[in-house]
């Protein structure tokens, strides 16, 4: 680690981050990577001089504990510690991650609306004016180097980046799984199957595409442009999320094939993060069609596996409601399944996801409650299940209430339960 002070600027290269994602009340970062502390901010880039977090320093910023992120596709989350009531029980997590764009967030407050997170992502875009003023003469070269990697990152280009990694993709991927909570979200993304089965009258984050598995050749051409992509902070990077909405669907050799091409491609043996993980959706089609030869195949990749299937209900009027073409029959089936494959495997956890939200059929929730506790008699660490918020602009009071609903129904959950918040890449 090195540390220059250049005009009342401090800039520190090579941080240690932890090398494992844990969860912890305070802010974390992971891997490496370099700050430039200013009177007002403290700014953390990637290893490619990108900008990543913002910290407010002064006596505005709303938490000293909360921070900005930029993801890859250049969208900001702001890191809220949740106020008194702390968001663990509900999220798993110990910050609630705010949206800068609509998706189905239960929060009241709108971080964005603070002027000094506002003034923040102004000074970022102010930041590489004023590091173009400074004379780095003095600095030793690795320092010089990191500032102009700095430099030719400015807003502009960091959004131009931004911007091709749908068009590496051949998509844009409009939803991760809640399981890549684990990893603060931090997913090299990899798409191995577009769309999904159903087409859903309910989902708004559905592909316009119908399902079809990519070609061996195409995810190849994925990998090597995405290799480019993240240039030297692949290395901060040990997750892999394979898109779109049911890669379980996808032949098991593929998957297989996708699985070791990106492992090794993408050098996780030696990232500075450990315990690789893989998370993908499934469906209740594709986990009743997939056999025990495709779990054993799965549980030997060198990833810990995270498949997650939204069930949504065993309620056959609710799903006729979110016009979802599965049955309750099959819903059950499919949860015995995971619940089975959860006990049967080390290496997989399967989650599943259900609705949850006021004016849903009173049949609804009693279904669910009656399945879990079916498969379940006692707590089970494994098998998380997410309960997404369903609700209309005019639902405000429940919207209010719902973390009060939720701990009525994780009560009675034996299992780990949380609220799904709709994050995209
Ligand atoms: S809920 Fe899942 S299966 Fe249904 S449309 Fe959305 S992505 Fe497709």
């Known amino acids: 680690m090195e540390t220059f002070e250049i005009n009342g600027l401090q800039l520190t290269l090579q941080k240690q981050g932890e ?42 910023w709303p938490n000293p504990s909360e921070w900005l992120k930029r993801t890859v596709t250049g969208d900001w ?26 998706t189905n967030n239960i929060n009241s407050c709108d971080p964005f609306e603070e002027k000094a997170v506002v003034s923040a992502i102004e000074a970022a875009g102010l930041l590489h004016e004023e590091l173009a003023r400074l004379d780095l003469a003095f600095l030793s070269a ?14 502009a280009e960091l959004l131009r980046k931004a911007a091709t990694i749908s068009e590496i993709l051949g998509d844009s991927v409009s939803v991760l799984p809640p399981d890549t909570r684990h990893v603060d979200y931090e997913v090299i993304p990899l798409i191995v199957a577009d769309g999904c089965l159903y087409k859903c009258g309910f989902c708004r984050v559905k592909s316009r595409l119908k399902f079809k598995e990519r070609s061996k050749e195409n995810i190849e051409r994925q990998i090597k442009r995405l290799r480019d992509f993240f240039g030297n902070d692949l290395a901060n990077y040990n997750s892999v999320f394979f898109g779109q909405h049911d890669a379980l669907h996808s ?50 990749l060198p990833f810990t596996t995270y498949i997650n299937v939204g069930l949504e209900s065993a309620d056959r009027e609710t799903l006729g409601r979110l016009k979802k073409s599965i049955t309750a029959e099959g819903v059950e089936a499919a949860f015995a399944k995971i619940a089975d494959i959860n006990k049967r495997y080390e ?73 799904y918040l709709i994050q995209r890449l």
């Open 347 to 419: 290496r997989i956890e399967i989650t599943s996801n259900f609705v949850f939200g006021p004016g849903l059929p009173v049949g609804h929730m009693e279904s669910v409650l009656r399945l879990i506790q079916k498969h379940f008699d006692r707590p089970s660490p494994k098998g998380a299940v997410y309960f997404s918020p369903f609700f209309d602009a005019g639902d405000s009071l429940w919207k209010k209430n719902i973390k009060r609903e939720f701990y009525k129904l994780k009560i009675k959950i034996p299992v780990p339960s949380f609220l």
């Open 251 to 300: 032949d098991p050799e593929l998957i297989e094939f996708a699985a070791r091409r990106a492992f090794e491609a993408f050098d996780l043996k030696n990232s500075n993060i450990a315990d690789p993980r893989l998370f993908l959706f499934g469906s209740v089609d594709s986990l009743l069609k997939s056999n025990g030869a495709t779990f054993d195949r799965i549980d030997r």
């Open 142 to 155: 690795e320092g010089r180097k990191f500032l102009e990697l700095v430099k030719a990152n400015p807003p």
């Open 19 to 60: 090398t494992r994602y844990s969860k912890v009340s305070y802010p974390l970062r992971y891997g490496r990577y370099a700050e430039l502390r200013t009177p007002a901010h403290l700014f953390q880039f990637n290893l490619n001089g990108e900008l990543k977090f913002i910290t407010g320093r002064g006596r505005d």
């Open 77 to 102: 989350v702001y890191y809220s510690a949740g106020g008194y009531d702390g968001p663990f029980d509900c999220f798993g997590e110990y910050y609630i991650p705010c949206f800068s764009y609509p």
